[in-house]
């Protein structure tokens, strides 16, 4: 199963009741992460049409062939703007998720463990970190699951989703994002630049 496939698996088993509901607080705190408007949607239908440099790419967090994990930051925009363009893929017709419900979901960050690297690791925390200040999940789901090893092999380890408040990655100052898993703390900076590239 690509990652791609398993974030929606576990979306959707993060909507339907399984473990910790993934609601974060909807109530925007100054960045650029906001609650989706009938404009802001149609801008982010538009970036979906426009590929992955726009639907994707700038919420992969620190991507790397050797790394523990792999990660992913999800707002109410690039919920609708990744939906567009996986539809687009499969050759189908885009039904993007309402402002509404792709806003209820607030802000997130999806953790796997890294596909075919050997340092592959089970999630069990994220915190982000600011300025002195420390955000942690406003709710988090964590659930087993099989990462392929470099030989062909399968591990179990686990994945996650962790909920945060749209403030915790607004755009005043970088922010690191801590992984907390059972090989212990790594860590990703997202620098104010890459900060104000998510929406």
Known sequence: MSVQCALVSLAIGVFCGIGASARAS???QGGIIERLTLETHEQAVACGRAGAACAVDPYELCPSRTGRYSARITTPYSRVASG?????K??????????????????????????HSINADAIQRVEIRREGRVFRPT?????????????GSR???ARGFFAFPFGALSPES???????????DTACTLTRDALRKLR
């Open 26 to 28: 909807q109530d925007s």
């Open 84 to 88: 567009v363009l996986e539809a687009l």
């Open 90 to 115: 499969k050759g189908r017709r885009p039904r993007p998720m309402t402002p509404g419900l792709a806003t209820r979901w607030g802000l997130g960050v999806y953790v796997f463990p890294a596909e």
């Open 139 to 151: 709710t988090s789901t964590v659930a087993p699951f099989a990462a392929e090893m470099p030989d």
């Open 155 to 157: 591990r179990q380890l």
């Open 174 to 184: 970088d922010a690191t994002i801590v992984f907390i898993g059972a090989a212990g």
